[in-house]
Structures are given as C-alpha cells and as structure tokens.
C-alpha cells in the first residue's frame, strides 16, 4: 500500500496515483449531487436552491479544513520522502492535534455566525428560515468531511490513493440510502439530506481510523510521538495556514459570486447551482492530477530530487492541456443533458441558464488547469504564499467581475467571473514557479535521479 514516488516515470507515477484520487472525487462530487437530485426530483426547485444558496458556505467550512489538512500532510510526506519513519508518526500525531483545532474553529465561527451568514449572502425570504436550519446541520457533516480528508490525505502522503478510493465508495452508496430514506420514507425536508450526509461520512472516518491502525503499522503511534514541540507544529503550520487561506479565498470568491446570484430570484440560484455541479464533475480530473502532483513532487522534494519535479511538472502541464480541451467539448455536446438530469420539469428559463453557464465556463478549463498543475507542484515544495497569492488575485478578479459585470450584463456577466479569476491566478503560479525553479539551476533534460542540494531542505527536515 506504501509506494514512494522517487523512482520511476514521473507521468507514470502521477497518473497511476492520481486516477483512484478521480474516482474518489467523482465520488465526493457524488455526496452533493445525489443530494441535488434527491431535493430537486423528491422536493421540488425551492429545496433544490435552499441547498444551492447554502452549498457555497459549507463549501467555504471545507475548502478551508482541506487547505489546512492538504498543507499538513505536506510536511508528511516530505518526511517520508526522506525515509524519516519517526518524523511520519510525529507529523502524524502532530496533524491529528491540530485538525481537532481546526474542527472547533470551523464549529464556533459557523454556528455563531448564521444570521449574518445569511444575511450576507442575501438569501430570499422565501427559503431564509429553511436555509439556516439547512446549515446548522451540515456544519457538523462538514466537520466529518474534514476528519475524513485529513486521514485520506495522511494514506496518499504515504504513496496509498486507493484505500481513501474505497472509503468514499462506500461513504458514498451509504449516504445515498441513507438520504433516500429519510426524504423518500421518512418525509423530511431539506435538513434530511444534511443529516444523511453526515452519518454516511461519519461512519466512513470511523471505518477508517479501523482500517489505518490495523493496514498502516508506520502510522502506529507510540506514548513518545504525541510529544511534539511547538517549533515542529510550527514547520505544519507555516505550510498548512497559507493552503487554508488560500482555499479559503477561493471559497470566499464562489460565496462572493452565490451571494450575487441570489439576488436574481429562486430560479436563477436553482440554475447556477445544478451548473456549478456539472463544472466541478468535469473538473475533478484535472484537480486529481493536481492533488497527486502534489504528493508527488513533496517525495521527491524531499528526497532532493528536483530534475524528477520539473519532469512531472512538465509533463503534468502537457496531460492537462489535452484533459482540458476534452473536457471543453463534452461540456458543450452534452451541457443542456446533464444539467436537466438535476433538475425536475425544469422552466426553459432555468434550464437555458445553467446550460449558458456551462458553455461559458468550459472554454477557459485551460487556464483552471494550470492552476492545478503549477499551484499544487508550489505547495508540494514547501512554497505555500505564492499560491496564496494566487487565491488572493482570483479573489479580487471573481468579486470585481462579478459585481462589475453583472450590473452591466445581468447573469451572464456572472458567468464570466469565474474564468477571468482563473486567467489571473493562473499567472502567479506558472510565473512564480518558473522564477523558483529557475533557482535551483537544474537542467530539464539529464539524468533525473541525481540528487542536488537544497538548502530549505534542511531546515524543513530538520529533527524534531
């Protein structure tokens, strides 16, 4: 199950890991989207859009607990790149700690905000009542979710992308019966779906922890490995703080944009919501290969084996290039068929707007793939600011577009939001991570296993 991935054909390497990590997203995307369909065929456009005007704020609680969880595993596998088994468990004790802290900060910060969250996102009073309570359950599903990623992306540290595969798999069958009945039996309304995701994803974390102990000897702490100083938590923190404000700048953007959108009526947020789900399923290979560049270039980063990054990164940037005009044509062959697949008897008004969403959005998938590929080989170095940096840009283009835009073109100027974010964020990454590279003074083209010197290396892994 352990694999490491300093030796071997980069792109091999990548793909081969990156591929359960596809699945598993596909997976993950399934959570949402069978709870989209359940509401939209089961009770009708209202549920529907109480859970896409929600859906962004809990994405927000997640993208930020992912960023940090992403960020502390950073520094595990750098570890294990090294061959340094006592540094894994510590890292490992020392993310479990600070993950906790990160559940209650998400908890406190959500439950004692929902007014002004709601308020904020200028939700119609017509679902204002039902959307609170929609949140204040799904925060806790949220918090399982968090638990989850962390434990999935500690595996995938280790060189293991199937076993987190398996657990969603079954996480997500059990969250769709679970939803099933308690909408189609029980008659629940929309906090139904809340509650059935969480209990399925509770389920799997504890599964999981099962599974880790008893498949995972390295990951066996001992009394000696919860004894961790405060300067190595540090080391975690200052990669994985910058990740989750990264994540969570990105998540502010789509709150941005949702907010925004919500002040064009129930039907146009029933629309962009069932199109944003046809976005982040054609997206999800191109955010897979990322996540597994990733994993691939901290091994390897500490292992000094930097030839072996620019060769992945390389070729990364060209699979993605093709992934992305693939995903380019299916989204406008197919666009209005998947997005009438989430929505029941749908008005050709909402159905004509999520399809223009799709259309516009497909045609930049090139530069979102940058993003990935540069942003995540960054982050897998030990280099989180610029991708904040990156975050931060995006930020500032989604908001200015949005609003800008919208008031001149009404939705479809929401629309281009996000693609313009994507073309300057785009532009940090790929430039900062040709300036850093550059540094290291390393020719693309040789024998790639050679090592070379890195002086941050050594401070990185420096004995705890």
């Not at 694999?3 to 890991?17: A, C, D, E, R, Y």
């Not at 949402?32 to 369909?37: A, Q």
Request: charged share 10%; glycine share 10%; net charge positive.
């Amino acid at each position: 199950m352990i694999q490491s991935m300093t030796q071997g054909n980069p792109i091999k390497l990548i793909l081969l890991f990156s591929i359960p990590i596809m699945l598993g997203n596909f997976f993950q995307q399934l959570y949402i989207l069978s709870d989209l369909y359940i509401l939209g065929h089961f009770l009708g456009l209202s549920a529907l859009a109480v859970a896409g005007a929600m859906t962004p704020v809990f994405m927000m609680a997640l993208f930020i607990a992912t960023g940090f969880t992403n960020g502390l595993c950073i520094i595990t596998a750098q570890r294990f790149g090294a061959n340094d088994i006592r540094g894994v468990r510590k890292s490992f004790s020392g993310g479990l700690m600070l993950t906790v802290l990160c559940c209650f900060m998400v908890v406190i910060c959500i439950q004692f905000n929902l007014d002004l969250i709601l308020q904020k996102m200028n939700v119609p009073t017509d679902i204002y009542v039902d959307s609170g309570r929609f949140l204040k359950v799904i925060t806790y599903a949220a918090l399982a979710m968090l638990f989850y990623n962390y434990l999935a992306g500690v595996m995938r540290a280790l060189g293991d992308s199937k076993t987190p595969l398996y657990f969603l798999i079954f996480a997500s069958v059990l969250n769709i019966i679970i939803n099933v009945t308690l909408i189609g039996y029980y008659k629940l309304d929309v906090v139904g779906v809340a509650v059935g995701t969480g209990l399925a994803q509770g389920i799997s974390v504890i599964l999981c922890c099962i599974w880790l102990f008893w498949k995972f000897p390295i990951l066996r702490l001992r009394k000696s490995d919860w004894s961790v100083s405060g300067r190595f938590l540090l080391e975690h923190l200052k990669v994985a703080i910058p990740m989750s404000l990264q994540f969570s700048v990105i998540g502010l953007g789509v709150i941005v944009v949702q907010s925004i959108c919500n002040k064009f009526g129930t039907d146009t947020i029933a629309a962009f919501s069932a199109a944003g789900r046809i976005e982040h399923i054609a997206t999800v290979p191109l955010f897979s290969l990322g996540i597994g560049l990733a994993t691939y270039t901290a091994q390897n980063f500490g292992a000094c084996l930097i030839r072996r990054i620019r060769q992945g990164v390389l070729q990364c940037f060209i699979f993605v290039s093709g992934i992305g005009l693939i995903m380019t044509i299916c989204a406008y062959e197919w666009g209005s068929e998947l997005v009438a697949f989430f929505l029941s008897n749908p008005n050709q008004d909402v159905l004509n707007k999520a399809t223009q969403y799709v259309q516009v959005t497909s045609l930049f998938y090139f530069f979102l793939g940058l993003i990935f590929v540069f942003r995540q080989a960054l982050q897998g170095m030990g280099y989180p600011l610029l991708p904040l940096l990156s975050g931060l840009v995006e930020l500032g283009m989604r908001g200015f577009a949005a609003f800008y835009l919208a008031s001149l073109y009404g939705y479809i100027g929401i629309c281009y939001a996000g693609p313009i974010a994507w073309i300057g964020g785009a532009c940090i990454v790929v430039i900062g991570y040709l300036v850093i590279i550059h540094r290291y003074r390393v020719p693309l083209f040789g024998k790639i296993d050679q090592k070379c010197a890195i002086p941050r290396r050594d401070k990185i892994l420096e004995k705890d």
